[in-house]
């Protein structure tokens, strides 16, 4: 693609908000010194280097319009940063000396837990102004160095998802028994009993151990998948699949052994394919595919010979995120999950090395694609000076808006790069693809996708 149509698609388009991602918000690090980037998602992958300054140790999450840094060992503090004003930074709240926040989910617009790694309790606060409104104790899950180790969180509906690790700092950091996931009603803030039929308040036991990744939930299949790493360099996990409605583990959706190895990081696709971050024999982190259907791996995608990948995610775009911390060229790579080629020459430059990657919006869910696909709205018609167009996708892919003169000649590209599902504007302010003005007189718009094509008439006035 050309300096100049990166260009062009980065001023021109305007994703609506009623689905279309904005940008990724990735926390980079040295792990002495903390630093952040953005990823524009224009079709050109704009980066904008060192948008925050945070701590050494985050990662970071996407609520309401607003991106939440956790900076967690001795940052111990939720940084709250505003896009609209240049990443600057919104408020900042303590959790605790020593406390170590893990995560960070959402209730409301003010109301979220914290996970604290160096404590026995889920922290209850205000977002808006920072004040604590209490806490959920854990202690009951605790292992022999007093410690439950609660990690990761999930709000589906009015229930909370918390991993308990249980893994024993005094000895290598391995897991100790059961490892758990924790439920709590939102609206009482308590724990929920997962097995009624055994005394006391019981968490969701756990086949595997040591549940270290993200908890993903998949709504088309209604299910809870987390990856548990169990012993290191033993092939005793693999990513576990909970049903939070009979708030029980359904088994391994991948194991280690299929997969080849400890699964520190995993997504899901499309079509039935889902990713994995995998530490092989040689400790050398490996980005695989693997079926969904068979638990069976695919291929190798990336296998840079070095533990350097921490983080995948499939953008709400459709398009696969890797962060690389590779010595001599860190940076985030970019795949197309149709065929897992690399979209992106190289890494995209982060500045520091990339350590976490979040999104400004969630993916789409089933009832948000749209029905149709294809040209909608467009306002004003005619127009003077510019007018806006309307647009939905309806399946991952490739999207093309061209606008062509009376003669059939093509005169502008508005867009020309991949889209997820989700409803889209873009502007045209009469000029073609050099820069000049046309004239008076009736153009054609043409849309193309993956899976549809349609067309629409534009009438420009001088």
Same mark, same amino acid.
């Given at each position: 693609?050309?300096?100049?149509?990166?260009?062009?698609?980065?001023?021109?388009?305007?994703?609506?908000?009623?689905?279309?991602?904005?940008?990724?918000?990735?926390?980079?690090?040295?792990?002495?010194?903390?630093?952040?980037?953005?990823?524009?998602?224009?079709? $050109?992958?704009?980066?904008?280097?060192?948008?925050?300054?945070?701590?050494?140790?985050?990662?970071?999450?996407?609520?309401?319009?607003?991106?939440?840094?956790?900076?967690?060992?001795?940052?111990?503090?939720?940084?709250?940063?505003?896009?609209?004003?240049?990443?600057?930074?919104?408020?900042?709240?303590?959790?605790?000396?020593?406390?170590?926040?893990?995560?960070?989910?959402?209730?409301?617009?003010?109301?979220?837990?914290?996970?604290?790694?160096?404590? =026995?309790?889920?922290?209850?606060? =205000?977002?808006?102004?920072?004040?604590?409104?209490?806490?959920?104790?854990?202690?009951?899950?605790?292992?022999?160095?007093?410690?439950?180790?609660?990690?990761?969180?999930?709000?589906?509906?009015?229930?909370?998802?918390?991993?308990?690790?249980?893994?024993?700092?005094?000895?290598?950091?391995?897991?100790?028994?059961?490892?758990?996931?924790?439920?709590?009603?939102?609206?009482?803030?308590?724990?929920?009993?997962?097995?009624?039929?055994?005394?006391?308040?019981?968490?969701?036991?756990?086949?595997?151990?040591?549940?270290?990744?993200?908890?993903?939930?998949?709504?088309?299949?209604?299910?809870?998948?987390?990856?548990?790493?169990?012993?290191?360099?033993?092939?005793?996990?693999?990513?576990?699949?909970?049903?939070?409605?009979?708030?029980?583990?359904?088994?391994?959706?991948?194991?280690?052994?299929?997969?080849?190895?400890?699964?520190?990081?995993?997504?899901?696709?499309?079509?039935?394919?889902?990713?994995?971050?995998?530490?092989? $024999?040689?400790?050398?982190?490996?980005?695989?595919?693997?079926?969904?259907?068979?638990?069976?791996?695919?291929?190798?995608?990336?296998?840079?010979?070095?533990?350097?990948?921490?983080?995948?995610?499939?953008?709400? $775009?459709?398009?696969?995120?890797?962060?690389?911390?590779?010595?001599?060229?860190?940076?985030?790579?970019?795949?197309?999950? $149709?065929?897992?080629?690399?979209?992106?020459?190289?890494?995209?430059?982060?500045?520091?090395?990339?350590?976490?990657?979040?999104?400004?919006?969630?993916?789409?869910?089933?009832?948000?694609?749209?029905?149709?696909?294809?040209?909608?709205?467009?306002?004003?018609?005619?127009?003077?000076?510019?007018?806006?167009?309307?647009?939905?996708?309806?399946?991952?892919?490739?999207?093309?808006?061209?606008?062509?003169?009376?003669?059939?000649? /093509?005169?502008?590209?508005?867009?020309?790069?991949?889209?997820?599902?989700?409803?889209?504007?873009?502007?045209?302010?009469?000029?073609?693809?050099?820069?000049?003005?046309?004239?008076?007189?009736?153009?054609?718009?043409?849309?193309?996708?993956?899976?549809?094509?349609?067309?629409? /008439?534009?009438?420009?006035?001088?």
């Amino acid at each position: 693609m050309s300096n100049l149509k990166r260009m062009l698609l980065a001023a021109l388009f305007v994703p609506a908000a009623s689905g279309a991602a904005e940008f990724a918000f990735v926390t980079t690090t040295d792990y002495e010194t903390g630093s952040s980037a953005v990823i524009r998602f224009d079709g $050109s992958w704009t980066t904008q280097i060192d948008a925050a300054s945070i701590h050494s140790d985050a990662i970071s999450r996407w609520h309401a319009g607003l991106v939440y840094v956790v900076n967690r060992e001795n940052g111990d503090n939720i940084q709250i940063l505003d896009p609209a004003a240049g990443f600057s930074t919104l408020r900042q709240f303590s959790t605790g000396n020593g406390t170590n926040p893990q995560d960070i989910a959402f209730v409301d617009e003010a109301k979220a837990y914290i996970t604290l790694y160096d404590a =026995n309790h889920l922290l209850i606060m =205000n977002t808006v102004t920072g004040a604590q409104l209490g806490t959920i104790d854990l202690s009951a899950f605790a292992d022999g160095d007093g410690l439950c180790e609660n990690s990761r969180l999930r709000v589906v509906d009015d229930h909370l998802f918390v991993t308990i690790q249980r893994v024993d700092r005094n000895y290598w950091w391995g897991p100790v028994g059961d490892s758990y996931v924790a439920v709590v009603d939102c609206e009482t803030d308590s724990l929920v009993d997962a097995d009624p039929s055994t005394p006391g308040i019981q968490a969701i036991r756990l086949q595997g151990a040591n549940p270290y990744s993200d908890i993903l939930y998949d709504e088309a299949s209604e299910r809870l998948f987390v990856s548990c790493v169990g012993w290191w360099a033993v092939n005793d996990g693999g990513v576990e699949i909970v049903n939070p409605a009979t708030l029980a583990s359904e088994g391994f959706l991948l194991t280690e052994a299929a997969a080849g190895g400890d699964i520190f990081d995993f997504d899901l696709s499309g079509g039935g394919k889902g990713y994995a971050v995998v530490a092989n $024999s040689s400790f050398f982190t490996e980005l695989v595919s693997f079926d969904r259907a068979s638990g069976m791996k695919i291929a190798t995608i990336y296998a840079p010979g070095a533990w350097v990948i921490n983080d995948i995610g499939i953008a709400p $775009s459709g398009e696969l995120f890797l962060a690389d911390q590779t010595v001599l060229d860190p940076g985030i790579r970019i795949y197309d999950t $149709s065929d897992d080629s690399e979209i992106t020459e190289g890494p995209v430059d982060t500045g520091l090395p990339p350590y976490h990657i979040c999104f400004s919006v969630p993916g789409v869910t089933d009832s948000e694609v749209p029905a149709f696909a294809g040209i909608g709205a467009i306002f004003p018609n005619p127009f003077n000076p510019s007018t806006t167009i309307e647009y939905s996708v309806a399946s991952a892919g490739r999207v093309r808006l061209e606008i062509y003169d009376a003669a059939g000649r /093509k005169i502008r590209t508005l867009i020309d790069g991949p889209h997820g599902p989700g409803n889209y504007r873009a502007s045209w302010d009469g000029a073609n693809d050099w820069g000049s003005p046309s004239g008076s007189g009736v153009y054609f718009l043409r849309f193309s996708s993956e899976d549809a094509a349609s067309s629409g /008439k534009l009438v420009l006035l001088r």
